[in-house]
Nanobody, 122 residues
């Protein structure tokens, strides 16, 4: 059974940084593309960043140049380094294995974990 355990969120002032981690158990992590997603208050969940098994990355326009996704296959972990945070980055952040790589959709493949809350104050 797949387990997604996100951590690293918190309260930070605008301009600050956070590093999110997601430990994945129950799938062969190294063969899967992974994505970080977020759900702002009152809004739909959206893709933030994705990374293929080969390390190719994709970012939504609003975080390009500020966020970096990476993975450590030996630790079954995917990371999201978030710099220059803005109040509009406030959301619950989730990770998931992703499909639809060829189309660029990074559609989530499994049920969601509990997520980690990121709150950016102005």
């Amino acid at each position: 059974q797949l387990q997604l355990v996100e951590s690293g969120g918190g309260l930070v002032q605008a301009g600050g940084s956070l590093r999110l981690s997601c430990v994945v158990r129950g799938i062969t992590f190294s063969i899967n593309a992974m994505g970080w997603y977020r759900q702002p208050p009152g809004k739909q969940r959206e893709l933030v960043a994705g990374i293929t098994r080969a390390g190719t990355t994709k970012y939504t326009d609003s975080v390009k140049g500020r966020f970096t996704i990476s993975r450590d296959n030996a630790k079954n972990t995917v990371y999201l380094q978030m710099n220059s945070l803005k109040p509009e980055d406030t959301a619950v952040y989730y990770c998931n294995a992703a499909g639809g790589i060829s189309s660029g959709s990074y559609s989530p493949l499994h049920s969601w974990g509990q997520g980690t809350q990121v709150t950016v104050s102005s």
